[in-house]
């Protein structure tokens, strides 16, 4: 592949067929040299996006720290940006109970293990 550039050149008297070769290896170097060209500029392109970062990485790469402003406090049931937050509102109602049916009682065979019949009232005829 050496010289492939160069212009290299079968001579007359060694008639060896290479000019072919010699078209495929240029055209193979002129494909490299483009996509080489082309991530050149995707290179550059990289660089400028990570410039803009750039307040936030170091030359290694390596993340600094970023300061951000403290978050304001916001209270739902104030409805203002004030002193504190809805879970530490001084004027958050009391929650309500909630209201629930009582359980039913519902009888169960530990003889057949199922639900409809208490274990006293099982037919002891039928063995599982």
């Known amino acids: 592949v050496a010289g492939a550039g160069a212009g290299v050149q079968c001579s007359k008297e060694t ?5 072919g070769e010699v078209a495929s290896l240029q055209q193979t170097l002129q494909i490299a040299r483009t996509e080489a060209s082309r991530l050149e500029l995707e290179n550059t392109s990289l660089k400028e996006r990570l410039g803009k970062l750039g307040a936030h990485f170091r030359e290694d ?3 600094t720290a970023v300061v951000t402003a403290p978050a304001r406090l916001y209270c739902d049931y104030c409805e203002s940006f004030s002193d504190h937050d809805t879970l530490e509102c001084p004027h ?6 909630v209201a629930r049916a009582a359980p039913v009682d519902r009888p169960y065979c530990t003889t057949c293990e199922v639900f409809g019949h208490r274990t006293e009232d099982c037919d ?5």
Do not use: E, N, Y
């Open 15 to 19: 008639p060896c067929g290479c000019r």
């Open 61 to 63: 790469g390596k993340a």
């Open 92 to 97: 958050k109602p009391a929650p309500r109970p």
């Open 124 to 128: 002891d005829s039928l063995t599982f």
